[in-house]
């Protein structure tokens, strides 16, 4: 819908029930801006003022700013949903902002990167519990929120710039429980199901869930904790299942098009872009998404400060049993890549949700399939431990063993496999052309770890193997993690898989002890709730990446993991991307030249046209 018209300005008092919540777009690199947004969702009928104010250790005067709301849309004539939009100047150092809202009497703060560095980031997912009982969630620290304490602490010392949402920011698995939903959960015969027309009851109820269940995980009174995050660290979020409901996307398509799944959907997508987006689906391209095959899936292409790409990918706003994204949507996403990054890029982050690089469940997959022959209960006893976990918790939107949901889910999937070779092939493609680093990013498993693409001939030569992928896995940082049973066999099923003749997939030992200084059995893959915090390191070269590990459940305190991703130095290219002024690169329009070879030849009068590449970006390591 198109936003509504307002042309007063109120100081009035205001119940604000969600926000402020900040979200970064982009960097105007040319004119020096940084792109981003801030939402309420308030009482107020005539837009706020935000005032915000600019600050750096170098220039202690303040520089203030005022931005006017833009109402995305009104929930049920009370909450109205304001969009501050905010073009903010960067400068050779980094500042603080400062802002609040008009008639509220609360301030808050973040950071701004210098124009010319790299952004320290945190990448968290799973940020809720699924259906299991209260005093787990108790146990776990459900309204302290400790790994989110450890997160603002860690902020204090070395802030971040920005939040890398990887789905599933909060979950909606309590909603089949809720008393609207009765005439679906009462009616046992699925075919009845799919063809019920939902009464107006049911519909009103899908959107009053909704919208109370982000009141409720975003907002201070519900969860204060992260709410602060929120108000303090600009993000870029990324739906994922649970964001709408656990396997969406998933299922056989005569439930993905009945009634209900419809209605759902379309209330789910509503508020997801408006408070994860700050958009609606209309209006996500104006405010800088990358639009798929369909309104409801757009994807995002942007940077992280000067050295560092970044792509998350939709792989929920059109996904089906067979594909997670369309041909359309590929093709959209790599032209934003080739076409509007700046020649300073030497790190390339792809955040995908479900991990591309994950030991493979070809055990489950064996044990589903002869499934098909048994009762569950009778395979529960065939299998002894291994049944329950396979067949002990049913989805409860189709009666099928969770773990089947998963498995489709995952990329390794059959229905997928073709589509994620395709995926990794055009990175491939695109880290030999740039001499760009290219990393993945998932989380969805609730477990951490770390896995990688290597050339076999490049093992001790890995600067300048541009097949050389790593895959950081981190999840969760609220949900607790999958039975120990489970990882014991991904971690027994993951020796290596070959992606091609000379390219393999592997996962790191990266785990050699707990973060209690226990010793491990497995070290591939740990069930501690983590979240990962990020850098690029301007000396070396390297992307390093830290999995900070809960060390006592439900109490503060994480130990981190170091995996560092070494630069691509390949070709001239390479040699170019390291050698030649960034901040003259970035005040040049990304189309003037196609590569860093063509600037370099303004430079050193030599031209390569055969090499294509990028250049660099800055940024101070954690203490």
């Not at 996962?507 to 501690?528: A, D, E, H």
Request: charged fraction near 20%; glycine fraction near 8%.
């Amino acid at each position: 819908m198109p936003p509504y018209q307002h042309q007063e300005e109120s100081n009035e008092p205001h119940q604000v029930i969600v926000g402020p919540l900040l979200r970064y777009s982009h960097i105007d690199y040319r004119h020096r801006l940084w792109h981003g947004s801030c939402l309420v969702v308030s009482t107020a009928t005539i837009s706020p003022t935000l005032h915000l104010t600019l600050t750096s250790k170098v220039s202690p005067l303040q520089h203030p700013i005022q931005a006017r709301g833009e109402l995305l849309d009104v929930f049920r004539g009370k909450y109205h949903f304001w969009r501050f939009a905010m073009y903010l100047p960067l400068h050779e150092q980094g500042q603080l902002a400062t802002y609040g809202l008009s008639g509220v009497s609360q301030q808050y703060e973040f950071h701004l990167p210098a124009y010319d560095e790299s952004m320290r980031f945190m990448f968290y997912s799973c940020n809720g519990f699924s259906d299991i009982p209260q005093e787990v969630k108790d146990r776990f620290g459900e309204k302290e929120a400790p790994l989110w304490q450890d997160v603002l602490d860690r902020h204090q010392v070395m802030p971040f710039h920005v939040l890398l949402g990887g789905g599933d920011q909060l979950y909606q698995d309590r909603l089949i429980h809720d008393d609207f939903m009765k005439p679906w959960v009462e009616e046992k015969d699925p075919k009845k199901r799919l063809a019920m027309t939902l009464p107006p009851a049911m519909r009103e109820g899908f959107e009053f869930f909704y919208f109370w269940n982000y009141v409720k995980n975003f907002g201070f009174e519900g969860n204060p904790v992260i709410a602060k995050a929120f108000a303090s660290i600009p993000s870029v979020n990324m739906w994922d299942d649970h964001d709408i409901i656990d396997g969406y996307g998933s299922y056989p398509v005569e439930m993905q098009t009945a009634d209900c799944f419809q209605v759902l959907f379309a209330n789910a997508s509503r508020f997801y872009y408006l408070f994860q987006q700050h958009t609606t689906t209309d209006l996500a391209p104006q405010h800088g998404m990358i639009r798929g095959d369909l309104p409801t899936c757009n994807h995002i292409v942007t940077t992280l400060g000067a050295g560092i790409a970044f792509i998350s990918l939709d792989a929920r706003g059109e996904r089906t049993k067979f594909d997670v994204c369309t041909q359309k949507s590929y093709d959209a996403i790599f032209h934003a890549l080739y076409k509007n990054m700046p020649k300073t890029i030497k790190h390339l982050m792809v955040l995908t949700g479900v991990p591309l690089i994950y030991p493979r469940l070809t055990f489950f997959e064996k044990a589903m399939d002869g499934a098909a022959g048994f009762d569950l209960a009778s395979l529960a006893v065939k299998t002894g431990a291994l049944g329950d976990m396979i067949v002990g918790q049913l989805n409860k939107w189709n009666g099928d063993p969770e773990l089947l949901d998963d498995m489709n889910d995952h990329w390794t999937a059959a229905n997928h496999e073709v589509e994620r070779r395709k995926f990794i092939e055009r990175f491939q493609q695109y880290a030999k052309d740039f001499s760009v680093r290219v990393s993945f990013l998932g989380g969805d498993v609730h477990c951490c770890g770390a896995g990688r693409l290597y050339s076999k001939d490049m093992k001790k030569k890995e600067e300048g193997d541009p097949y050389l992928m790593v895959q950081i896995v981190s999840s969760a940082i609220v949900n607790i993690p999958p039975p120990q049973a489970l990882l014991t066999i991904l971690n027994q099923n993951s020796s290596y898989e070959s992606f091609n003749p000379n390219v393999e997939e592997k996962m790191y030992n990266l785990f050699k002890r707990s973060p209690n200084g226990n010793t491990r059995q497995n070290k591939k893959l740990m069930g501690m709730r983590n979240y990962c915090a990020g850098y690029y390191d301007e000396e070396t070269g390297k992307m390093n990446f830290w999995i900070q590990a809960e060390k006592e459940v439900g109490k503060k305190g994480t130990m981190g993991y170091l995996v560092d991703v070494p630069k691509l130095m390949f070709g001239e290219t390479g040699f170019h991307l390291h050698s030649l002024d960034k901040q003259h690169l970035l005040a040049l329009p990304h189309t003037l030249y196609q590569n860093v070879s063509s600037v370099a030849s303004r430079i050193t009068g030599r031209y390569d046209p055969d090499n294509v590449g990028r250049i660099g970006g800055f940024v101070m390591p954690f203490s």
